[in-house]
């Protein structure tokens, strides 16, 4: 591109910048204001900043529970997903098999399947098992979401890998079985990884399953224990400033240390290359 | 030796590919496909979870063991009383009679071999208190005419019962009498109908207001959100498509809006939009953008716009994102040996971005429009349909009549019409598409 950056550009860049973050701005400066000052100025910067939001948010609802049950069932999810991701998507891109177009034909076709659709037999399967208020009973129908995803993403990645390293493996010998485990897989594991990340995110923010299979506060997910901290009486601007900034942190935390391997992971399933 | 009875057990590239795409494949079926079609079957049925006559799907006539064995325990002994303390020979003759018939339909249901081996079975639990869990043993089909002359006759008997009752002058009897009545009504509960109903269910929701007041604001929302995420985005990424120093923090400062959980962003965007100490709503009235403060939640044109601009915040770097990696694979060869040729800006644009973005843009809008019109979350959480439900999407609609009002019947109606509608956009999409969607995948 023979385009130059200039000062114009760089204003534009600082206005988008602060307009995207605006919401995360003026949420964490809420989060330090006294309780009483947010009811009754707009004032931005507050004279006495002080930790009392925080200290409720933590102490009126079970919020590192809500954090430590999301962890849970999100890297359970992920662990499952990638298992049986990673077979289904080396068979489907590297070993002569039928039927491939239908395989990822049905793969993309139950990613775009509305969990609306899913929710009231899942609940009745999930009820009847009697795994609700538990990490396995958000952990199946999470599989609805995160198997389509995660076939449908590490197909681009095992793609990418030269054919050459399974035909020079069969020379020497290698078991169809060996060639993945021993050579194609370490060298799709940088995308297994991202596609690692992406499934975990997904799995953190969902929202429908959560809602209505782990109802009982101690089961609850971060998304739906956010949502519950709205009385009917009162809404505690306080408390959930405070409670957004610390769930939002460790996402914080993700996307900075990866947000190449996100990019790379988000746009390989849009662009040819 | 070794070597070779290894060889034995070795999978063939063929039959490894199809060992490590089953297990996928049944999960799969399991968890999406199954669903969805006992979601479409469910939807063929009067069915209610917080009904107990209607809490099971029943194809033919049930009874519901449980309950008629604990009443019919109690209608023998009340109806023994019952002959003695009557105050006329009449009324005693009645009673009899009643026992009679109501004995001859009981033994006639009990002659079915497995009935009575449930009977037996029920009998026992309830003797010790225990509960029927399990709801083979608590549920029995009937034959349908058996089923409606029985609780037909159940229901006459206690409507003569009642007219003992009202016409006995002695109080004791009179009560006596009305509470046998109660009880056959109530065993008469316990032999249910069938409550398949077919397609009843969707005639009923195509002429519903609020579904069809559901399904505009699902379209309205889709299509002004998805545009303005396109215009917007393709804006940003064209914006951005250069070298410059930075990278890092606009691809973060992106990333975040899409990385929280959508449930948190409508939270936040709760406490933005609040009448009295949100700042969104105190700026837009300062700057006379809104009538007043609480227009933004309070109205119903105000809480549209409200869930629209959340969305489009929290979707459009998502978008630009996207697009940015369509735009990099246009190589830049292209605009300068437009610009040889004396093309500006404006034309390299049309004549050039657009028809090679065209895929990525597709792609783009197909993942979008599917995730719009699936809309749940951020209605639920930020406005909960309301202010009057205009700001109702179908999915939020579908779920307050699956899960508020356990009507899991009609809420079937409900999600069937969002995946057939969700299926309609996406074939629409993947015939524009093409085969582009699989390009990278399969060979």
Redesign the interface.
């Known amino acids: 591109m023979n385009k130059r950056a200039g000062i114009g550009f760089y204003l534009f860049l600082i206005i988008f910048v602060f307009l995207v973050m605006f919401p995360f701005i003026w949420v964490f400066l809420t989060s330090i204001k006294p309780p009483g000052e947010i009811f009754s100025s707009f004032r931005w910067f507050t004279k006495n900043p002080s930790l009392d939001s925080y200290e409720a948010a933590l102490t009126n609802r079970p919020l590192l529970r809500y954090m430590l049950n999301s962890f849970a069932v999100s890297s359970l999810t992920t662990i499952l997903s990638l298992a049986f991701a990673s077979f289904t998507a080396y068979a489907v891109t590297r070993l002569p098999i039928k039927g491939k177009g239908l395989i990822l034909g049905l793969v993309l076709a139950a990613s775009m399947f509305p969990q609306i659709a899913i929710i009231s037999p899942m609940f009745n399967l999930v009820t009847g098992l009697g795994l609700r208020n538990s990490y396995m009973g958000l952990v199946i129908p999470y599989i609805t979401i995160s198997l389509p995803l995660a076939i449908w993403i590490l197909a681009t990645f095992f793609k990418k890998i030269p054919f050459e390293l399974e035909e020079s493996a069969k020379l020497d010998g290698a078991s169809p079985f060996q060639t993945f485990r021993k050579i194609i897989f370490p060298l799709a594991a940088p995308g297994v990884f991202t596609t690692g990340i992406l499934v975990f995110i997904a799995a953190w923010n969902e929202y429908l399953f959560a809602l209505t299979i782990n109802s009982d506060d101690m089961w609850r997910t971060v998304p739906v224990g956010i949502s519950m901290y709205q009385s009917q009486y009162s809404v505690p601007w306080g408390d959930i400033s405070a409670a957004t900034v610390i769930v939002t942190i460790p996402i914080v935390i993700l996307v900075l240390f990866f947000q190449k391997r996100i990019v790379s992971g988000l746009t390989s399933g849009s662009v040819k290359e | 030796m070794k070597n070779k009875k290894k060889r034995g057990f070795?999978?063939?590239?063929?039959q490894?590919?199809?060992a490590?795409?089953i297990?996928?494949?049944i999960?799969?079926i399991v968890?999406?496909?199954?669903?969805?079609a006992?979601?479409f079957y469910?939807s063929l049925f009067d069915y209610r979870l917080n009904d107990p006559a209607r809490s099971q799907l029943m194809l033919s006539a049930t009874i519901d063991l449980e309950r008629y064995v604990d009443n019919h325990f109690y209608i023998e002994g009340q109806l023994d009383s019952l002959a003695g303390s009557a105050d006329s020979e009449e009324n005693a003759e009645t009673v009899k009679e009643i026992q009679q018939d109501i004995e001859s339909y009981h033994s006639e249901l009990i002659s079915d071999e497995e009935i009575n081996t449930k009977v037996e079975k029920i009998d026992e639990l309830l003797m010790n208190f225990t509960p029927v869990r399990d709801s083979e043993l608590k549920y029995s089909k009937l034959d349908n005419d058996f089923a409606k002359d029985y609780r037909e006759a159940l229901e006459s008997h206690s409507a003569e019962l009642t007219a003992i009752a009202e016409a006995s002058g002695d109080e004791q009897t009179s009560q006596a009498f009305q509470q046998t009545s109660d009880l056959l009504a109530s065993t008469a509960g316990n032999i249910l109908k069938s409550n398949f109903i077919g397609l009843e269910n969707y005639g009923k929701y195509m002429k519903d207001q609020r579904m069809w007041k559901a399904m505009g604001n699902t379209a309205f929302f889709t299509v002004v959100s998805v545009a303005f995420e396109l215009v917007l985005g393709l804006a940003?990424a064209l914006?951005?498509?250069?070298?410059?120093?930075?990278r890092?923090?606009?691809?973060?400062?992106?990333?975040?809006?899409w990385?929280?959980?959508?449930?948190?962003?409508?939270?936040?965007?709760?406490?933005?939009y609040?009448g009295?100490?949100g700042?969104v709503a105190?700026y837009l009235e300062v700057l006379n953008v809104i009538p007043g403060a609480s227009w933004l939640l309070s109205t119903s044109d105000g809480g549209m716009f409200s869930i629209i601009l959340a969305d489009v915040?929290k979707t459009t770097?998502?978008m630009a994102?996207?697009l940015l990696?369509?735009l990099q694979?246009i190589p830049?060869s292209l605009y300068?040996a437009s610009s040889v040729d004396g093309a500006n800006k404006v034309q390299q644009f049309w004549r050039i971005t657009l028809p090679l973005l065209k895929?990525?843009i597709l792609?783009?809008l197909l993942?979008r429009t599917?995730d719009a019109?699936?809309v749940?979350?951020l209605i639920?959480?930020l406005t909960g349909g309301g202010p009057a439900n205009a700001t109702e999407s179908i999915?939020v609609y579908?779920?307050k009549t699956?899960?508020a009002q356990q009507n899991?019947g009609e809420?079937?109606v409900?999600?069937?019409i969002?995946?057939l509608s969700?299926a309609v956009i996406?074939f629409i999409y993947v015939k524009l598409i093409g085969s582009?969607?699989?390009?990278?995948?399969?060979?």
């Open positions: 070795q999978l063939s590239e063929k490894l590919g199809y490590m795409v297990p996928s494949l999960l799969v968890v999406v496909l199954w669903p969805v006992q979601s469910n940003v914006l951005i498509n250069r070298a410059f120093k930075g890092g923090i606009i691809r973060a400062s992106v990333l975040i809006p990385a929280i959980p959508t449930a948190v962003a409508a939270m936040m965007w709760g406490f933005l609040d009295q100490s700042i105190h915040w770097p998502y994102l996207l990696a369509g694979t830049g300068e895929s990525s792609v783009a993942f599917l019109f699936r749940f979350d639920y959480v999915s579908a779920y699956l899960f899991f809420g079937s409900l999600s069937v969002v995946f969700v996406s582009d969607l699989f390009a990278g995948r399969a060979k």
